[in-house]
């Protein structure tokens, strides 16, 4: 799998929000084989450190590092925190968010294309929080984009993939384009699933962090993702609405 | 001069964003930063000039998803 010329092994990658403490965040990192976390910036109170400490254990790991611009609402905020997000982490990859709704979390995806483009234009790698539609898709493709991150549910709802067939259609139109489900994703199966439709990987959170326990659910995720992924490869069988025997018919003993 | 950091008042002496980091107390810390809503990168936060009532914003690595 491929990220912006970036060879990765691991087709999960995880956010860092929410676990019960900094120890189960990194052994959860560490059972999900994950090679790529996500990170925010955050306002830091003069002599606090509190960012310091959590950034020395996210170097610790030894992942590659995706920060977000989870909570802006405007192209400018977004635009502003990418390009704080790039001097503290030396990175240029940016998991784009603007968020549309309050409720729903979804993505403002005219504001996205806006601000995709403005960060595709300064050597940014953008990595899009982006709807199932299309036409969405190809904005922002032509805006620069060579990564697309489709909501599966609403953020932190642990629903699952609520429209798998517009995923399906997503996969069929851009074959070339990593393909990445963000958001949604409640268990294990969920990312199977995902995985099954031909997407090359998974963005989840709340789903490891939020587990009775996180550290087991992220080997579960590792072990799901990796099943869904081999599945796709062995091309599945096609799906029919009417039952069709497995064992033969024919040489059936006569016996009413 | 007042200045607002992270959204509060606060009173400094220094001039510029660098100084007025260092008097914070952020000298050696791992931040970005913005004043009024427009980043300012580490190398020239020893050239911009502050001027009262100004918006600095200090952020830092945190979890996110």
Same mark, same amino acid.
């Given at each position: @799998? &491929?990220?912006?010329?970036?060879?990765?092994?691991?087709?999960?990658?995880?956010?860092?929000?929410?676990?019960?403490? *900094?120890? /189960? #965040?990194?052994?959860?990192?560490?059972?999900?084989?994950?090679?790529?976390?996500?990170?925010?910036?955050?306002?830091?109170?003069?002599?606090?450190?509190?960012?310091?400490?959590?950034?020395? !254990?996210?170097?610790?790991?030894?992942?590659?590092?995706?920060?977000?611009?989870?909570?802006?609402?405007?192209?400018?905020?977004?635009?502003?925190?990418?390009?704080?997000?790039?001097?503290?982490?030396?990175?240029?990859?940016?998991?784009?968010?603007?968020?549309?709704?309050? &409720?729903? #979390?979804?993505?403002?995806?005219?504001?996205?294309?806006?601000?995709?483009? /403005? !960060?595709?234009?300064?050597?940014?790698?953008?990595?899009?929080?982006?709807?199932?539609?299309?036409?969405?898709?190809?904005?922002? /493709?032509?805006?620069?984009?060579?990564?697309?991150?489709?909501?599966?549910?609403?953020?932190?709802?642990?629903?699952?993939?609520?429209?798998?067939?517009?995923?399906?259609? @997503?996969?069929?139109?851009? *074959?070339? /384009?990593?393909?990445?489900?963000?958001?949604?994703?409640?268990?294990?199966?969920?990312?199977?699933?995902?995985?099954?439709?031909?997407?090359?990987?998974?963005?989840?959170?709340?789903?490891?962090?939020?587990?009775?326990?996180?550290?087991?659910?992220?080997?579960?995720?590792?072990?799901?993702?990796?099943?869904?992924? @081999?599945?796709?490869?062995? &091309?599945? @069988?096609?799906?029919?609405?009417?039952?069709?025997?497995?064992?033969?018919?024919?040489?059936?003993?006569? !016996?009413? | 001069?007042? =200045?607002?950091?992270?959204?509060?008042?606060?009173?400094?002496?220094?001039?510029?964003?660098?100084?007025?980091? =260092?008097?914070?107390?952020?000298?050696?810390?791992?931040?970005?930063?913005?004043?009024?809503?427009?980043?300012?990168?580490?190398?020239?936060?020893?050239?911009?000039?502050?001027?009262?009532?100004?918006? =600095?914003?200090?952020?830092?690595?945190?979890?996110?998803?």
């Amino acid at each position: @799998m &491929d990220f912006y010329g970036v060879e990765l092994s691991s087709r999960l990658l995880l956010g860092t929000a929410q676990y019960p403490s *900094p120890a /189960i #965040l990194a052994d959860a990192v560490r059972a999900s084989c994950t090679e790529v976390v996500t990170v925010s910036l955050r306002r830091e109170a003069a002599r606090s450190r509190s960012g310091q400490s959590f950034w020395s !254990l996210i170097r610790s790991l030894g992942v590659r590092i995706l920060p977000n611009t989870a909570g802006c609402h405007s192209v400018k905020e977004a635009v502003t925190t990418a390009q704080m997000a790039r001097e503290v982490f030396e990175t240029n990859w940016i998991k784009l968010e603007v968020i549309g709704d309050t &409720d729903t #979390l979804q993505p403002d995806v005219f504001s996205l294309v806006e601000a995709a483009r /403005i !960060l595709a234009r300064d050597a940014f790698e953008v990595f899009p929080y982006t709807s199932d539609d299309l036409s969405v898709a190809d904005r922002l /493709i032509e805006a620069g984009c060579r990564v697309l991150m489709p909501l599966g549910a609403p953020i932190g709802s642990g629903r699952g993939l609520n429209n798998p067939f517009a995923l399906r259609v @997503m996969r069929s139109r851009f *074959p070339d /384009i990593p393909l990445v489900v963000d958001a949604g994703i409640g268990l294990p199966s969920h990312a199977a699933a995902a995985m099954e439709l031909g997407f090359d990987a998974v963005l989840l959170n709340t789903a490891v962090a939020k587990a009775g326990d996180p550290v087991a659910m992220a080997a579960a995720f590792a072990a799901a993702v990796e099943a869904g992924r @081999m599945a796709y490869r062995a &091309d599945p @069988m096609p799906q029919r609405d009417m039952a069709s025997p497995s064992t033969p018919v024919l040489g059936m003993a006569m !016996l009413a | 001069m007042q =200045i607002i950091l992270n959204g509060e008042q606060r009173e400094i002496a220094a001039s510029v964003l660098a100084d007025a980091l =260092i008097e914070l107390g952020y000298d050696t810390a791992t931040i970005a930063t913005a004043v009024n809503g427009t980043f300012v990168a580490a190398r020239l936060r020893a050239s911009t000039s502050l001027r009262a009532g100004d918006a =600095i914003e200090v952020v830092a690595p945190r979890h996110g998803g």
